[in-house]
């Protein structure tokens, strides 16, 4: 069964520091797709990136960076000189090709940044 | 812009009412989805269709039901309302295949139960 862990619940953190979110998940699939979601206060989950299990490229995106790491099941996500609009619950999911297209997250990390 | 409309953002049921959450999407997506969110649990999957009048059971279906007869409307109903289905609940649509670039929610119904 896939499962998607996010041990860091909650981080604080002053503006402009950089701060990584750590992402750990199981699935027995050798073909898998993993996300990155942002929830700010207003509810609404916002997509941020999706990496399928071929693709072990680290991408960046302006402040934020993600690093894929297949030997250690993690997908972390780092976000550079952090901001306080930056503040929001942080999911991350996994779906198994086979799964069809159902998204399994994680607990979340809620993110607070500090002016 | 697209969107996935949720028809309340808040409500207040009382224990036993049965309650209907609608979502509504302008995308032609064929796949949707219904989750509900609690602290520390992250979201956790209810019921998905994948096209109309079609219906599959999630991970935590019970107590729930579900309806859609329209491709664009994907309804959650509780049957009757306990008060351990307080939560916020989230409808997502999205498009299958191999350029599936992840679903779309909305904004979210925080339902309590009293």
């Known amino acids: 069964a896939q499962k998607v862990t996010q041990a860091q619940t909650e981080i ?13 998940y199981e ?14 206060p207003s509810g609404e989950l916002v997509f941020l990136i999706r990496r399928n299990s071929f693709d072990e490229q680290n991408e960046i995106s302006g ?5 894929f790491q297949k030997s250690t099941s993690s ?11 930056d503040s929001a619950v942080y999911f991350c999911a996994l779906s198994e090709a086979n799964a069809g297209n159902m998204l399994t997250f994680g607990g979340g990390t809620r993110l607070m940044v500090k002016p | 812009d697209v969107k996935v409309t949720q028809s309340s953002r808040y ?3 009382r224990t036993g009412e049965k ?11 064929e796949n949707m989805f219904w989750y ?22 999630g991970d935590i279906p019970e107590g729930y039901s579900v309806s859609r007869e329209k491709k664009e409307r994907f309804s959650l109903i509780l049957e009757s309302a306990s008060t351990n289905q307080t939560s916020m609940y989230l409808c997502a649509s999205g498009q299958g295949g191999t ?16």
């Open chain 2, 36 to 57: 509900r969110q609690d602290p520390g649990l992250g979201l956790r999957l209810i019921y998905f269709s994948y096209d109309v009048k079609m219906k599959e059971k």
């Open chain 1, 12 to 24: 604080s953190v002053v503006e402009k520091e950089d701060v990584t979110l750590d992402c750990v």
């Open chain 2, 19 to 29: 309650v209907f959450l609608e979502c509504v999407q302008d995308m032609d997506h």
């Open chain 2, 11 to 13: 409500l207040v049921k």
């Open chain 1, 27 to 40: 699935t027995r699939d050798t073909t898998y797709y993993l996300f990155w979601y942002k929830q700010p």
């Open chain 1, 75 to 85: 997908f972390n996500f780092t976000i550079t000189a952090s901001q306080v609009v």
């Open chain 2, 99 to 114: 350029g599936w670039g992840g679903y779309t929610f909305g904004s979210g119904t925080r339902l309590t139960v009293v």
């Open chain 1, 63 to 67: 402040r934020y960076s993600w690093n």
